[in-house]
């Protein structure tokens, strides 16, 4: 099982603001930086957000991320259709000496 | 282009072997940290593997350590992962993904698929 927990799923209507959390721990979130990823099934995972809140060059500023102590967070605003996927929070662990991902959650647009 | 593309996967029997594939492309390959991540059928994405630039630090998930082994050769531009004693439960599909550091993954191919059958 993951070390991090995220809501198993999230939703809104098209232009709406969305929130995933990703819970952790002093040894992944707490010590280390947070990445957000994006996937949707059959495709590559796309990287989102990465070392808390720096978006890859082209992405949208529709993606924000933030973190705060033990626990992050991805916002998406202006939520569009093709936002329909799986996201997932991933930090290192120090304690496993391993990269882990959040146990991912499913955000779809209404 | 960036790209990174995996091969060498299919169907194994319990406790068999296989040899999964990473041919990178389109970046200085020996710059980078790489890593394997997988995906089982219907669960979330699981880090697998990653190795240093220069291959003098390797790094596992609990669930292979002993089982797997994640290769490199920077003249051929190359990841690989030697998988043996393949259980049920390590059926997924495999991403390979450039690393610019030990912690993140900027690039991701588009998978192979490896089936254990018992």
């Known amino acids: 099982q993951s070390v991090l927990t995220q809501p198993p799923s999230a939703s809104g209507t098209p232009g709406q603001r969305v929130t995933i959390s990703c819970s952790g721990s002093s040894s992944n979130i707490g010590s280390n930086y947070i990445y957000w990823y994006q996937h949707l099934p059959g495709t590559a995972p796309k990287l989102l957000i990465h070392?808390?809140?720096q978006r890859p060059s082209g992405l949208p500023d529709r993606f924000s991320g933030s973190k705060s102590g033990t626990s992050a967070s991805l916002a998406i605003s202006g939520l569009r259709s093709e936002d329909e996927a799986d996201y997932y929070c991933a930090a290192w662990d120090d304690s496993l000496s391993g990269y882990v991902f959040g146990t991912g959650t499913k955000v779809t647009v209404l | 282009e960036v790209q990174l593309v995996e091969s060498g996967g299919g169907l194994v029997q319990r406790g068999g072997s296989l040899r999964l594939s990473c041919a990178a492309s389109?970046?200085?390959?020996?710059?980078?940290?790489m890593s394997w991540v997988r995906q089982a059928p219907g669960k979330g994405l699981q880090w697998v593997a990653n190795?240093?630039?220069?291959?003098?630090?390797?790094y596992y998930v609990d669930s292979v350590k002993g089982r797997f082994t994640i290769l490199r050769d920077n003249a051929k531009n190359s990841l690989w992962l030697q998988m043996n004693s393949l259980r049920v439960e390590d059926t997924a599909v495999y991403y390979c993904?450039?690393?610019?550091?030990?912690?993140?993954?900027?690039?991701w191919g588009l998978g192979t698929t490896v089936t254990v059958s018992s």
């Open positions: 190795i240093k630039q220069d291959g003098s630090e390797k």
């Open positions: 070392r808390n809140n």
């Open positions: 389109g970046f200085t390959f020996s710059y980078y940290w």
């Open positions: 993904a450039r690393a610019p550091s030990f912690d993140y993954l900027d690039v």
